[in-house]
């Protein structure tokens, strides 16, 4: 089996989508914005792809620009895809629907809508625990591990898995904090 070489995370291809109902973010904008991350980033866009009159819940078949773009991503052994906004990418990701694998802390019902999955967020906010207290990953491995905390498939949790939780639960802090307010003058 051949596994695919990893892309360069510094080449990107950009990707805009314009549906029909809804023209607020068109390609210009896109474009503009992605632009401004990119030269940020000190990203280069290699190709630009755009698919015009298709809605985000479109199947993949029905998207050229779309294929074009995940083509030009191998061609070029691109490591970014970009978009302006996820919506771009996904319409129904964007609205809170499971496209893909469900990430852990979440579960997804029988039409695709994510919800919270408290045992695992509790996980998640002891990892974060005693990240924050200083410990080592594989300390928090044997932790997990002593209180019988297991991944999904009902296995001990492996050294990467706490490495991604603990990635996850700084992310779930930060998007939890209240946002800084500067006093009036």
């Keep these: 089996m051949r596994t695919a070489r990893p892309g360069r995370p510094e080449?990107?291809?950009?990707?805009?989508?314009?549906?029909t109902e809804d023209q607020r973010l068109g390609p210009e904008a896109q474009r503009a914005a992605i632009e401004q991350w990119a030269k940020r980033e000190n990203v280069t866009v290699v190709a630009w792809h755009t698919d015009q009159g298709v809605g985000g819940g479109?199947?993949?078949e029905d998207r050229p620009g779309l294929l074009n773009a995940l083509g030009d991503?191998?061609?070029?052994?691109?490591?970014?895809?970009?978009?302006?906004?996820?919506?771009?990418?996904?319409?129904k990701r964007a609205?809170?629907?499971?496209?893909?694998?469900v990430s852990f802390g979440f579960v997804a019902d029988e039409e695709g809508r994510l919800a919270p999955c408290e045992q695992e967020l509790q996980v998640i906010g002891h990892v974060?625990?005693?990240r924050?207290?200083?410990h080592s990953l594989?300390?928090?491995?044997?932790?997990?591990?002593?209180?019988?905390?297991?991944?999904?498939s009902g296995k001990p949790f492996a050294l990467t898995q706490v490495a991604r939780l603990a990635r996850k639960a700084v992310a779930v802090s930060r998007s939890r904090?209240?946002?800084?307010?500067k006093p009036r003058v």
């Excluded at 594989?138 to 999904?152: D, E, K, N, P, Q």
Aim: aromatic share 4%; proline share 2%.
């Design 11 to 19: 080449i990107a291809v950009a990707y805009l989508r314009v549906s």
């Design 58 to 60: 479109s199947e993949l």
């Design 73 to 91: 991503l191998r061609e070029n052994r691109a490591g970014l895809l970009l978009v302006a906004r996820r919506d771009r990418l996904a319409a």
């Design 95 to 101: 609205r809170g629907y499971r496209a893909g694998e």
């Design 128 to 130: 974060r625990r005693l």
């Design 132 to 134: 924050e207290e200083g």
């Design 138 to 152: 594989r300390s928090i491995v044997r932790a997990c591990s002593a209180l019988g905390y297991t991944s999904r």
């Design 177 to 181: 904090a209240p946002h800084e307010t």
